[in-house]
Each structure stands twice: as structure tokens, then as C-alpha cells.
């Protein structure tokens, strides 16, 4: 069974640019979950997609971050503009009616 | 506020030692807890649960937590760690199969 997969794995980005991140869950996971660590913090989170639907997104910073699941499948994170800040590792998860299962991470740095 | 607390942001333990990394919770009512690591340049992976059911949970790898509801701990142990355990730990925790909120993470470090 494949796990949660994220695209890219790094991306580097110069302040003002536009990146999209990219999640697939586990197939059947209704739902979808995004998590940032920026360095040396905790992991925080961002945001709870039921299928399609937001079900919570008190944790998106501001926005600049734009989060979209069409069709309840994979989702994406896009950040416009990024900014120094926004630099960490994004983790997208998955879960059915049992535990998280998180993918690899998106690092993204932003200089 | 739910919450997951790890005292200790890096531990440093022999190998073949016991290793125990900690964690405090302060959830109200039944909490869902987890243990997740995160190995270099890898992903998070799940270790361990505590829903309900025996205090001592067994894991992957070889790992335990134990669930202590007057200490709310719970912390994660292993018998005799390796070289190959070092990584990042995270204990978690979630009010039901829902949000899950991480604590700070503590670095593990095996020593050769």
C-alpha cells in the first residue's frame, strides 16, 4: 500500500515567488492534514481537510497560504508570496478512522 | 488546552543502555497519544498509540510507552538502544482520530 507522498521533497525559493506544494494521501484517508516545523520548533499545525471540505484551518499563518483538496483526492499548499519566514518542513498526513500517517516533508527554503 | 509537553530537548544515552524519552500531557478527559519519529532527512513515522486498553504499549522498533494516568506521562522507553535510534522523537497527542497537536520533539542521541 503506498503511504502519504509529498512533491517536491526540497524546493528553494527567492523571497516574493510563488511555490506550490503538493500532498497525496493514502487512497480511501477522507482525511487530509497539513503541518509545518520551521527549525528547531514544534511541529505546528495548519490545517483539516474532511474530503473536500476545510473542517479546521485556525493554523494557516496568514494570507498568503492558500490550501485546496478538488475532488477530495491530493491536495495542495500554495504560499504567494513566500516570505524568509515561511522557510521549514511541511508535512502533509492522512488518516481514515485510525492513527496519522505523515509523508516524507516538503523542505522549503526561502532566501 | 490540550497539550503534549517534552521536558528535555536532547537526550544522550549509551548504546546497549536503557534509553526512556519523556512526556507530559494535559488532556481533558480520554487522551489518544502517540509517539512519532522522525529519522534524518525522512519523514515522520508512527511508533505507537495509547487509546484505551493495557497502560504498557508496545511499538515498532522495539519501543514502549508507558501510559501513566496520575503522572500524566507518557513516556517512551526502550530496553537497550542503538546506534540506529538516533533520531527525532515527537509524543502527540489528539482528542479523538482528529487534529493531532505535537510536542517540541527531543533529539535522541546513541552513543557508540
Known amino acids: 500500500e503506498a503511504g502519504v507522498t509529498q512533491f517536491p521533497s526540497h524546493s528553494v525559493i527567492e523571497k516574493g515567488q510563488t511555490v506550490t506544494l503538493r500532498c497525496d494521501p493514502i487512497s480511501g484517508h477522507d482525511n487530509l492534514y497539513w503541518y509545518r516545523r520551521v527549525m528547531g520548533k514544534e511541529i505546528k499545525f495548519l490545517l483539516h481537510?474532511?474530503?473536500?471540505?476545510?473542517?479546521?484551518e485556525s493554523g494557516m499563518p496568514n494570507n498568503r497560504f492558500l490550501a485546496e483538496r478538488t475532488g477530495g483526492t491530493y491536495s495542495t499548499l500554495k504560499v504567494q508570496p513566500a516570505e524568509l519566514e515561511d522557510s521549514g518542513v511541511y508535512f502533509c498526513a492522512s488518516s481514515g478512522v485510525t492513527e496519522a500517517f505523515f509523508g516524507q516533508g516538503t523542505r522549503l527554503t526561502v532566501v | 488546552a490540550q497539550s503534549v509537553a517534552q521536558p528535555e530537548d536532547q537526550v544522550n544515552v549509551a548504546e546497549g543502555n536503557p534509553l526512556t524519552v519523556k512526556c507530559t500531557y494535559s488532556v481533558s478527559g480520554n487522551p489518544y497519544l502517540f509517539w512519532y519519529v522522525q529519522y534524518p532527512n525522512r519523514g515522520l513515522q508512527f511508533l505507537l498509540k495509547y487509546i484505551t486498553g493495557d497502560n504498557l504499549v508496545k511499538g515498532s522498533y522495539g519501543f514502549e510507552a508507558e501510559f501513566n494516568k496520575s503522572q500524566t506521562s507518557f513516556h517512551l522507553k526502550k530496553p537497550s538502544a542503538l546506534v540506529s535510534d538516533s533520531a527525532l522523537y515527537f509524543c502527540?497527542?489528539?482528542?479523538?482520530?482528529?487534529?493531532?497537536?505535537f510536542g517540541t520533539g527531543t533529539k535522541l542521541q546513541v552513543i557508540p
Open positions: 481537510f474532511v474530503k473536500e471540505s476545510k473542517q479546521d
Open positions: 502527540a497527542e489528539s482528542g479523538g482520530y482528529q487534529k493531532v497537536t
